[in-house]
């Protein structure tokens, strides 16, 4: 893959980045996308009658059991190269910071170390009350109970008609702001708030570049447009940029 040798260069030199990670990347290691895991017997279901507070209410159990579901596909897959990859970016600079929709861990099994999560973490499970996180539980319930209250157990994952967290979005937009160059990898830039991240790192100056199979409705807007899959483009630019393999 070619890269041009303004992108090389600013890398080179870069004290801040950001990057910007959908379910693209995710893809790439087996992880179907959120719409696309509707397979055997939950085929039946679309997964905004599932991914809601509402639909916990309602029934609990099929919602648990749903992710439990989840948790198995990515309890299977492992990170790839591009995953890899970023983790190595992240050595290589002084202030890098990986901001993910991505709810599986891969990043982070992959060694990236200062991640955000925007939409949660599906390893994770907390109490639907309280909102805490819960490491450790002795009911046998499906859902299991709060140790705490006694309340139902849920995963630590962002529903539809719930607020992303606030901590993670200010810092997000922070970093966006303040970074001097941003990827946007493997997301279709169509969720919202992320998709404005790689637009207000633009607004501030910010060298942009877009790893897609596919345009979004970002790539007009992109400094650089890496046409293809991160699990490809990202160790070559890796190699290329620190002479790491």
């Given amino acids: ?8 260069t600013t890398l080179r030199a870069a004290a801040r980045v950001a990057v910007l990670t959908g379910a693209g990347i995710s893809a790439e290691s087996g992880i179907p996308t959120f719409r696309e895991a509707q397979t055997g017997l939950w085929a039946q279901y679309a997964p905004t009658e599932l991914a809601t507070p509402d639909a916990f209410r309602r029934n609990p159990k099929l919602v648990w059991e749903w992710y439990a ?21 992240e050595q290589q600079i002084r202030s890098f910071t990986l901001i993910t929709q991505n709810i599986d861990s891969l990043h982070q099994r992959a060694g990236s170390i ?23 539980w002795t009911s046998d319930e499906i859902p299991p109970r709060c140790p705490h209250c006694n309340g139902y157990l849920r995963p630590d994952v962002v529903w539809f008609n719930e607020s992303l967290p606030a901590d993670a979005l200010r810092t997000a937009y922070e970093t ?15 969720v919202q ?4 991240l790689p637009v207000l790192a633009h607004q501030n ?14 790539t007009h807007q992109m400094t650089h447009v ?20």
Avoid: Q, Y
């Avoid at 989840?70 to 190595?88: C, D, S, Y």
């Avoid at 100056?205 to 970002?218: F, K, W, Y």
């Fill in 1 to 8: 893959m070619e890269f041009s040798l303004e992108l090389l």
């Fill in 69 to 89: 579901w989840r948790r198995e596909l990515v309890a299977r897959a492992a990170p790839n190269p591009g995953h890899f990859a970023l983790a190595e970016m």
């Fill in 114 to 136: 200062n991640v955000i999560e925007l939409h949660g973490n599906i390893v994770r499970t907390k109490c639907f009350n309280e909102g805490t996180v819960v490491d450790t």
């Fill in 176 to 190: 966006a702001a303040s970074a001097e160059v941003f990827f946007s990898i493997g997301t279709s830039a169509a």
């Fill in 193 to 196: 708030p992320a998709a404005s």
């Fill in 205 to 218: 100056g910010a060298v942009t570049v877009e790893i897609n199979p596919v345009s979004t409705s970002l």
């Fill in 226 to 245: 890496l046409t293809g899959k991160a699990g490809e483009s990202l160790p070559e630019l890796v190699r290329v940029v620190w002479g790491i393999k």
